[in-house]
T-cell receptor, first 113, second 115 residues
Framework: DAGVTQSPTHLIKTRGQQVTLRCSPK?????VSWYQQALGQGPQFIFQ???????QRGNFPDRFSGHQFPNYSSELNVNALLLGDSALYLC????????????FGPGTRLTVL | KNQVEQSPQSLIILEGKNCTLQ??????????LRWYKQDTGRGPVSLTI?????NTKSNGRYTATLDADTKQSSLHITASQLSDSASYIC??????????????FGKGTKLSVIP
């Protein structure tokens, strides 16, 4: 049973560039949530996708956008990167929109220079 | 504003000793409370999840308690091992409406178990 997978593992970009992060949910899950975790902080909710639509969004600017595909996998796109976007980006999958258990992926470490 | 406060911020204990981590929350309407273990640079892994009606839940050497009246939870680790060194994150879920929920994360307690 495959768990949540994310790619790439690490990524280095420069200010102003754009980045795309990818996530495949745990087998059987249809909901994907994205989080940003700065060093020493708890994860901050970015948005959640279900049925290929953004269902909820946290307090993040429009530079952060996403997409969910028919196979439930998801992408997180960040435009016009800032130094402050450097963080661990976590993807979590769950079943449906109820407050059930979320399973997290290993994360993508993004460094913006 | 929904908030989750964890204490202590960091903790160092000797291998084999017990410890207790604290979580206080102001989240409404409460749905459930979760404890996660996060190794450095990795994704969080679920330890326990408790609903309003549950007072305690165990997962091996980890025991979580919940007092919904005082809005406090604790995570007790028994007979600590070196592999317990990690950050422990308290997450509280609110269900503001049907088909939606909001998770509020604490900043975590960084536990170091030393030989």
């Amino acid at each position: 049973d495959a768990g949540v997978t994310q790619s790439p593992t690490h990524l280095i970009k420069t200010r102003g560039q754009q980045v795309t992060l990818r996530c495949s949910p745990k087998s059987g899950h249809d909901t994907v949530s994205w989080y940003q975790q700065a060093l020493g902080q708890g994860p901050q909710f970015i948005f959640q996708y279900y049925e290929e639509e953004e269902r909820q969004r946290g307090n993040f600017p429009d530079r952060f956008s996403g997409h969910q595909f028919p196979n439930y996998s998801s992408e997180l796109n960040v435009n016009a990167l800032l130094l402050g976007d450097s963080a661990l980006y976590l993807c979590a999958s769950s079943l449906g929109l109820d407050a059930g258990e979320q399973f997290f992926g290993p994360g993508t470490r993004l460094t913006v220079l | 504003k929904n908030q989750v406060e964890q204490s202590p911020q960091s903790l160092i204990i000797l291998e084999g000793k017990n410890c207790t981590l604290q979580c206080n929350y102001t989240v409404s309407p409460f749905s459930n409370l979760r404890w996660y273990k996060q190794d450095t640079g990795r994704g969080p892994v679920s330890l326990t999840i408790m609903t309003f009606s549950e007072n305690t839940k165990s997962n091996g050497r980890y025991t979580a308690t919940l007092d919904a009246d005082t809005k406090q939870s604790s995570l007790h680790i028994t007979a600590s091992q070196l592999s317990d060194s990690a950050s422990y994150i308290c997450v509280v879920s609110a269900s503001p409406g049907a088909g939606s929920y909001q998770l509020t994360f604490g900043k975590g307690t960084k536990l170091s178990v030393i030989p």
